[in-house]
């Protein structure tokens, strides 16, 4: 199975931690959080690994398989850097991971060995995770809901009731073909502006409307997400203190 990252964009909110290179190249626990995910896939036997880049593609081209190139990424949000690995998935299965995100192997390959056209990871205990990260966590936390089969019912809007939230998205997920079909779909039915502004909660929202069906598989933790400063310092804490991150075979 191949992989795909997407890491276009530069992650403005680390400041100058990406003034002069994307936020995946930000170190941590002296490893960029790039390695740490490379190193989580192909612990997980990950054939080949793409990375859709844009700001400073040069400095991500050398950790890829293959490179694919948004140029428009400034303009453009992540629904869009996923369209230009669309060589790959047309053809077969991938896995698609957001740039700022470290994760256990143990959830790649339970994503790896799960069925269905679209298929998204969440934690069930992200609320522990996001105390840490953040003052009042409903601030930050979306809706998550599914049905009794783990089918998703909707996912990404704010709320402020603990109960639309059983997990949170964690921003690795996994297409087939028939399901990139059917997003490819969707996105033909926007007009250019909403579909270059699209995030991947939304496109999955509309997905929902349509009838597309999107399973999910649940994980306890063995992850973090990186996107101030305060969150580097909980997801080094984490690693450190876990002893998961001996499992990632650097």
Known sequence: MKAII????????????????PKCLVQLLGRTLLEWQIQSLRTSVVSQIG?????????????ADR??????????????????????????????????????????????NSSGDIVISYDRLWLQLWE???????????SFIMNTNGKLIEIGKKTQNFSDIQGQYMGLLLINPSGWKKITQQLTQLDPIKRNK??????????LQSGATINTVG????????????????????????GWSHDFRF
């Open 219 to 242: 994980v306890e933790g063995k992850w973090c997400e990186i996107d101030s400063k305060k969150d580097l310092s909980v997801c080094e804490q984490l690693l450190s203190t876990s």
């Open 51 to 63: 990375i859709v880049t844009g700001y400073r593609a040069d400095m991500l081209a050398p950790y």
């Open 132 to 142: 840490k990260r953040f003052e009042n966590p409903l601030s930050d936390a979306e």
């Open 67 to 112: 490179a694919f190139i948004n140029s428009d990424w400034e303009q453009t949000n992540m629904v869009q850097s996923l369209v230009c690995a669309s060589e790959w998935l047309e053809n077969e299965t991938c896995l698609v991971s957001y740039s700022d995100i470290v994760y256990h192997p143990s959830i790649v390959k339970q994503l790896m």
């Open 6 to 21: 997407l890491a276009a964009g530069r992650g403005a909110r680390l400041n100058q931690l990406t003034e002069n290179n």
């Open 198 to 207: 699209l995030d991947m909660t939304s496109l999955l929202n509309l997905l």
